[in-house]
């Protein structure tokens, strides 16, 4: 079946320093969404990205979704300990098939 | 903003026992799903409704469980014979239309099978 995968698992920052991490989905996605999931919380919509090689900007976020449709990276800029919390991506293989999740990378901010 | 409420937020049963979660998904949503996560590890996905019947389900989503849409505003994911594995945070969500809208996840509830 479909499996989605992220790397890295744990993302230790020091703060005001920038990271990357990536996604990576054994098959093609109908679009990629990202979530954040803040400590003892909820899985929370970021953005969504539809089109191969689009990149989208939210403040210090920046979303990437590769050539392939099977890709995806979040790059943090000047990271912040309001960005602390595990990130996940999730894609659908087919238009309206069901999220396959990835495993999240949990963010820890070093003041 | 509206938002996906779900109770109760933390649920003690007895291996065996059946258990119902409930969730009132945000209205004007016509898609709603239940997703399993066990504690640190990934937001699993259990399986969709949408038009008052299942659209699609995981493998985890066997016979112990059902979802039922009894009224217009509720949606239930009943567990019919718990086991301790059954244990973890089950969510709820909602979205517009299908996957490739956005989904609005409810608080929680947190299930603890003894």
């Known amino acids: 079946g479909q499996q989605v995968m992220q790397i890295p698992q744990y993302q230790h920052v020091q703060e005001g320093e920038d990271f990357t991490t990536y996604c990576n989905s054994s098959?093609?996605?109908?679009?990629i969404q990202w979530y954040k999931q803040r400590p003892g919380g909820h899985p929370v919509f970021l953005i969504q990205?539809?089109?191969?090689?689009e990149v989208k900007k939210q403040k210090r976020l920046t979303f990437q979704f590769g050539e392939a449709k099977k890709n995806s990276s979040l790059h943090i800029t000047a990271t912040q300990t309001t960005d602390v919390g595990t990130y996940f991506c999730a894609g659908p293989k087919a238009a309206g098939n069901k999220l396959t999740f990835g495993g999240g990378t949990r963010v820890l901010v070093k003041p | 903003e509206p938002e996906v409420t779900q109770t109760p937020s933390h649920q003690v049963t007895q291996m065996g026992q059946e258990v119902i979660l409930r969730c009132v998904p945000i209205?004007?949503?016509?898609?709603f799903y239940w997703y399993r996560q066990i504690l640190g590890q990934k937001v699993e996905f259990l399986v969709s409704?949408?038009?008052?019947?299942?659209?699609?389900k995981s493998e985890i989503f066997d016979d112990q469980f059902s979802v039922e849409r009894p009224d217009g505003s509720n949606f239930t994911l009943k567990i019919r014979s718990t086991k301790l594995e059954d244990s973890a945070m089950y969510f709820c969500a909602s979205s517009t239309f299908n996957s490739n809208q956005p989904q609005h996840f409810g608080d929680g509830t947190r299930l603890s099978i003894l």
């Open positions: 098959t093609t996605l109908s679009n």
């Open positions: 990205l539809v089109k191969s090689g």
């Open positions: 409704f949408y038009n008052n019947e299942i659209s699609e």
């Open positions: 209205s004007n949503h016509l898609y």
